[in-house]
C-alpha cells in the first residue's frame, strides 16, 4: 500500500512538473535603455518580478539595446531568429514609418479599441496617432519628450540672470554670457537628435506651433519666410558668436560634458537629460529648466512629440504575451510607480493624477508642458527627409549655409518625399 502510495505521489508530481513545464513562457523585450545604471536595473527589475508574479510560467528576459531604427538596430534585431517579442525604443512618426514600411511590425489599431489603449492616453494623443497612417496605428506610447532650456541656477543666480520672455530679451542674455567667458549654449550636432533638439526650439519660438504644424503637414512650405524665421535666427546667432562654429565638432556627449562641467550656461534637453545629468555625478538639484523664449503669445512651451513606444514584430513569438505586456505597462499602478521612481526621465502618455516628480526640475518640466507641448520635427519629418534636415543644422552652426538656402534644401526633400 506504502508503496502505492509512493507511486502515485511521484507520479502526481510528474504530471504536475509536465503541466507547469507545459506553460512555461519566456517574453524578450528589447530594452530598457541603460540598463545597466543602478537606479534604472532596479526600478525594470521590479516590474519584471511584478509581471512574473501576476503571470505563473512566465519569464521576462530582457535585451539591452545596441541602437535604435535610426541606425538599423531595430531592424536587425527583428530579422533575427532570436529577435525580441515586444520593443521598446525611440519613436516618432520619422522612426515609426521606417519599420512599417518595411513590414516589420503590427499594425495595433484594433487593439486600441479590444483593450481600452486609447482610454489610456491622452485624447490629442490618439487623435494624433490615428491621423498619421490612413487610420492605422503601430506603435503604444510609452513616453513623451519635452525639450527646453537647462541651466544652472547657481550660475544664473550669482550672476543675477534669468531665462526672459521674450526673444530680445534672450539675445541679450546669451550675450552677456558670452562676456563671461562661458559659453552661452551647448549644442552636440554631430549627435542627429541633439542638433535638431535646438533647433526645433528656434522654429517653435520663431513661427509657433500652428505655423510648424503647417509645413508639417506640407500645407506652407519650409522656405516661406514664416517657417524659416527659426533657422535665420540660429544663423544670426553663429555670426555674433553667441553660439560657437566650433559646436559643429560636438556630438551629444562632448556638448553635455560642456554643460555639466559648467563652461556652458545652457542646454536644449528633454526630461531623459536627468539619466545623463546622474551617470555625471550632477547635482540635479542645481538644474533649471525653461521653455525656449518667444515673441509669440503662447510659444513658449518645449517642443516635443512621441519620444518612446512599444512596438510588436511581426515575427514575435508571443504576440499575446506582449499584448499583456503593454497591458501591465499602462496601467495606473505601473505608470505611477515608473513616474515617482527616482528613475524617472519622461513624461507620461496620460494625466497621472496625485504625481510627485521624484525632482525638483522634472517637476518644472511637467508643469511646462501641462499646457501642452510644440512639434520636435526631429520626430515628424518623413525619414528620407531627415538626413538633410540634420545636415542643414549642422552647416548653419558652422556657418557654411545661411537661414534661407537651407530651408530651401529642406523643402526640395519635402517634394522629394511626396
Do not use: C
Not at 543666480?157 to 530679451?169: D, H, L, R, V, Y
Not at 526640475?361 to 499646457?371: D, R, S
Amino acid at each position: 500500500m506504502l508503496k502505492f502510495l509512493a507511486r502515485s505521489t511521484a507520479l502526481a508530481a510528474m504530471i504536475a512538473t509536465s503541466s507547469l513545464a507545459a506553460h512555461a513562457e519566456t517574453l524578450k523585450m528589447w530594452g530598457p535603455e541603460q540598463i545597466t545604471e543602478p537606479l534604472i536595473a532596479q526600478l525594470w527589475n521590479g516590474i519584471k518580478a511584478d509581471f512574473e508574479k501576476a503571470n505563473p510560467g512566465v519569464t521576462v528576459e530582457f535585451m539591452p539595446p545596441t541602437g535604435t531604427i535610426s541606425n538599423g538596430a531595430v531592424q536587425a534585431a527583428i530579422q533575427s531568429d532570436a529577435g525580441p517579442d515586444v520593443i521598446l525604443t525611440n519613436s516618432g512618426i520619422g522612426r515609426i514609418s521606417v519599420v512599417k514600411n518595411a513590414k516589420q511590425v503590427m499594425p495595433l489599431t484594433e487593439q486600441y479599441e479590444k483593450r481600452g489603449w486609447k482610454d489610456q492616453i491622452y485624447p490629442w494623443l490618439y487623435t494624433e496617432l490615428k491621423g498619421q497612417f490612413g487610420g492605422e496605428i503601430y506603435e503604444v506610447p510609452d513616453g513623451l519628450d519635452a525639450l527646453g532650456i537647462w541651466y544652472h541656477k547657481d550660475i544664473f543666480a550669482q550672476a543675477g540672470w534669468k531665462i526672459p520672455a521674450t526673444w530680445s530679451e534672450f539675445e541679450a542674455l546669451m550675450k552677456s554670457i558670452e562676456e563671461t567667458g562661458l559659453q552661452p549654449i551647448a549644442i552636440g550636432p554631430r549627435t542627429s537628435g541633439s542638433a535638431g533638439h535646438l533647433f526645433g526650439n528656434l522654429l517653435q519660438s520663431a513661427s509657433g506651433k500652428e505655423v510648424i504644424g503647417k509645413a508639417l503637414r506640407r500645407e506652407i512650405a519650409w522656405d516661406d519666410p514664416s517657417v524659416a524665421a527659426g533657422a535665420i535666427r540660429l544663423q544670426k546667432l553663429v555670426e555674433a558668436g553667441d553660439i560657437k562654429k566650433e559646436m559643429a565638432g560636438l556630438d551629444l556627449d562632448g556638448a553635455s560634458r560642456l554643460w555639466f562641467n559648467k563652461r556652458a550656461a545652457m542646454f536644449v534637453a528633454g526630461p531623459w537629460f536627468t539619466a545623463n545629468a546622474r551617470k555625471a555625478g550632477y547635482d540635479l538639484k542645481n538644474a533649471g529648466y525653461a521653455p525656449m523664449p518667444s515673441d509669440i503669445k503662447g510659444a513658449a512651451m518645449p517642443t516635443g512629440g512621441v519620444g518612446w513606444s512599444w512596438l510588436v514584430p511581426v515575427n514575435s513569438k508571443q504576440p499575446e504575451l506582449a499584448m499583456k505586456w503593454i497591458d501591465f505597462m499602462l496601467s495606473d499602478a505601473v505608470m505611477k510607480k515608473r513616474a515617482q521612481d527616482p528613475a524617472s526621465t519622461m513624461i507620461y502618455p496620460r494625466e497621472i493624477p496625485g504625481l510627485e516628480p521624484p525632482t525638483p526640475v522634472l517637476k518644472e518640466i511637467f508643469a511646462a508642458a501641462a499646457g501642452g507641448v510644440g512639434y520636435n520635427p526631429s520626430v515628424y519629418l518623413p525619414g528620407p527627409v531627415l538626413d538633410t534636415y540634420f545636415q542643414v543644422i549642422q552647416g548653419l552652426i558652422s556657418g557654411q549655409i545661411g537661414g534661407q538656402d537651407g530651408m530651401k534644401q529642406i523643402q526640395a526633400k519635402m517634394a522629394e518625399a511626396k
